[in-house]
Structures are given as structure tokens and as C-alpha cells.
DNA sequence: TTAACTCATTGACTTAAGTTAAGAAATCAA
DNA sequence: TTGATTTCTTAACTTAAGTCAATGAGTTAA
């Protein structure tokens, strides 16, 4: 399993044996049923998950309805972004399938970047580069009706048609779960 | 105009009076009239920008209408997605008011972070706030609707309105000047 | 096995955004 | 200053998403 973060890291930056081991050492790891929740609204979170295996969706509420924010899957980092802070989430984060993650907390990062400061050089790529990704989705979004929306997730995440309920993935595209189904079916005609 | 750098990096860690002198010393400034176009479709990049007046937009074309990504104003940094790539950029950089910015490059970002890691790791703690915010930002886009967004802009960047023309703004709140002109009316009437 | 519940689909209707086109207002340049 | 250009507004029409309600399909639990 400590493979699969390595190998990640290692899409940015050559990672010397030496922290290879270090993480690998440090690394720990937990498992989650469907239906977990890892955060409710108003709670407070001390941890961050790199997924091995399964499915984050992270949602509020928002006149009773639930509202997807997010889908995360294998190989992608969830930091609540209440992460280390003494703030209220204002989201829920629940596991949709059985889910693998490995786990880190304030005072391991800390302690770890203290260590290998390679790894926090590491960690501001990486986070330069989802600020980049970030902003290309949400363009495309911007740019795009309902329809082209469900078109582009069909072609950049097909899974998760698999993975996920209509309405939780209508909302994640900005409309109702009626409208999904009426897209599905005019486009089904074609 | 160093004091503006300085201000915006002490909100986050406590700027010691070695690093203030460094980032003092290495700063170098540029100003642009309005209109100037900082990077164009196609163009390559090597500078980001910190802005200390003015306002930078970024858009591309589709189908020969201009798509508004961002309004950059004071405070903020722009950081091409193709800074420091030799990749072409998707989207155009443009002054839509004479704009004065502090000017770094991928060389000096270097040299810096390496004479001050503490930079670096600042860099990477305001990364990943920027994430937050666009997380943020995102989600408020996707579960209101058009009405509701311009209201939004108007509470959370009021100076917009001035600043921008309106088809500028349209195509930032993901509709089409026609239509941000009836929402205009619609919400006088109220 | 059935009853209860959740989720997806469908239909009728409402509402508002997109489209096209025209004209008014504001801005810019010769 | 005037003519050209750009930007904004308005109107008529089209299209599709939202709303509300009913039904069907699938799942879960007693």
C-alpha cells in the first residue's frame, strides 16, 4: 500500500530511498465501511487522507437537500478545510464505498517537514499544481450547460456513475436530479 | 510599496526582519497602462505578479466570445498555469486598469526559497488557503443560480462592477451580457 | 414476504436563460 | 466635433431547467 503514495509523490519529484523509507515508516492506515462518516457539519477535524482504495464524498446541506461538493477517489488527497484549525466544518465527509486511506495529522506533518524539509517543498508543488487543476474545472463549469457538464464527467470520470447515486451526482453538477434524468434520456435518443 | 508584500505575508506567520530586508532588497516593481496584455493564448510565461494596484483579468475565446476566468485586483497573485512550463497558455493575461505589480520569476522564487525556507513553507500554508477559498468560491457557483451569483459578487466584490464592463462580468458569472442585463432590471424593480 | 423507504423516471406546468436582432447610449479616435 | 465602434438595453421567440406531483423500480428491514 505505502507503494501507491510513493509512486504519486514521485510524479513531481525523485524521491531518495531515504524518505521513501521514512514515509513508509511513518505511514499508518485505516479502513472505513460504506457509509462512514469521517466529519460531520460543525465538527472539527485533526486529520488528512490520501485514498488507497474507495470513494469520499464530502456534501453540505442546504434547504434539506443534500448538496455534493466533491467525489475522491484513489489517489487523491482529502484535507478538511477545517484541517488543524479550531473552526466548525461546514461540510460532511462520508465514505460511499468501503474505503482504504492513509492517514496524517497536524503534528505528524509537522514533525515530518521538520525532517525531510524536501517533503514541504514537495507538498507546495503539489498544491500548486490542484490550484491549477482547481481553476481548470471550475472554467469548465463555468463555460458549459448542464448537458456538456454531464457529457465532460461521462468523459473525465466515467466511474463514478458507477460509484455514485443520480442525485448525489446531480447536485455535483449544479442541477436536480430530474434534470440528470431528463439529460440522460434526451441524450440516449441521439 | 514593499510594505504591501510584507502586510499580506504577515497575515499568515510572523515575518522576521532579516526575511523583510531579503523580500525588500529582491523586489522589483513594473507598471502597465490599461489595455496591456501581459500574456497571450498560445504565449509562454516566466513571470507571476503580485498585484499592488490595479486590476488583471484572465479570459480565453470560445467560439470568438471572450470567457472572463478571473478578476485579479489588490493583494492578489497571479500565477499563470503556465509559469515556469514550457507549455503554451490557454488563456490570455490582461491590465483593464493601469496596474502596478511586484514581478517575480521562477530563477529568484528559487534562490529565495533556498537562502529562506521558511518562504517556501509560507508559500505552501497560503496554497493551500487559496484552495480552500477556490473550494469555497466553486461550490457557492455551483448551488446558486445567476441571479443569485451577481447578488453575491455584488456583497463580496462590490468594486467589480466598476471596474469591469458587463459583458466582462457576464461571461465571469457564467451567463451572457443579455442576460445579466435583465437580472439588473429585474432586481430594480424590487 | 411484505411493508416501508429510497431512488429514479415521467408528465404538466412555470420560470428564466439563450438566441437573434434592433436600436440606444457611451466611448474612442480621427 | 463628428463619425465609428463598442457596450448596454430591450423585445420576441426558443429552449431547457426548476417545481410539484405521481408512479414505478429497487432495496432494506421487520
Redesign the pocket.
Known sequence: MEKQIIEYLSKYTVITKELENAITESAFFKSYKKGHVLLKEGGFSNECYFILEGCIRSYFLKDGEEKTIEFYTEEQVVTPANYAKSIPSQYYLECIEDTIVNVSNPGLEKEMFKKYPQLESLSRIIAEVIITKHQETFTKFKTS???ERYLYMLKTRPDLMQRA??????SYL?????????????LMKK
Chains 1, 2 share one sequence.
Open positions: 450547460n448542464p448537458e447515486s443520480q442525485y448525489q451526482i446531480a449544479g442541477i436536480k436530479p430530474e434534470s440528470l434524468s431528463r439529460i440522460r434520456k434526451r
